[in-house]
């Protein structure tokens, strides 16, 4: 579990067992003008639709240019995200596919490496945001593999952060991230009222 994003396992288990909470997903984003378009437009973060090269070449401020940044620099790539298999209304596989697709995004917007310590503090700002269970498990069951001191840490300082976090930000499942890679990262994290954690190891 050292990445809890990128196991197809998990992956699964989340399909399988969030049907409410992607239905309340859903809900929300009917309920939005942004998230309304992203339902009809269903747009997917790939390699063979997102220029990649070209977010490279963006001013070095950009959200676009600190999310190659961050790809790059722990090798991961657009297309790493394992396919929703066992949802069959196709809107509701829609919307868990990209949540998927977004978990990379928002380690950049939060400032969050990936760590198994920091992917398990974003698992919590996702379960504050989503209520799907696969976070509570990761949750759970990610501290596991922690030491004593970093178990101390993640129930102290970063899950309270990550509470008010999920809750202080809109809901971002309503953010059309495509439109906004030209966007300054610190006017982006602005405008979604994005609490950044107490500073994290990227180790």
Known sequence: ??????????????????????????LKMSSDPVGMQILAEKPRFRSNVVDIDALRDLPHNTFGYAYT?????????????????????????YVMQRYRELHDFWHVLFGLPPTVFSEIILKYVELVQTGLPVCTLSGLVGPLRLTSRERCQLL????????????????????????????????????????????????
Do not use: S
């Open 69 to 93: 940044q961050f790809m790059d620099a722990h090798g991961f790539e657009a297309d790493g995200r394992a396919e929703v298999k066992f949802v069959d209304d196709p809107e509701l596989a």
């Open 156 to 203: 102290c300082t970063y899950i309270p952060w990550a509470y008010r976090a999920g809750h202080q930000a809109p809901f971002l499942m309503n953010v059309y991230y495509e439109h906004e890679f030209h966007t300054p990262l610190d006017e982006l994290r602005a405008r979604l009222r994005i609490l950044l954690p107490p500073a994290v190891a990227e180790h």
């Open 1 to 26: 579990m050292a990445n809890p994003e990128r196991g197809d396992m998990l992956a699964a288990l989340g399909d399988v067992t969030g049907a409410v909470a992607i239905r309340n997903m859903h």
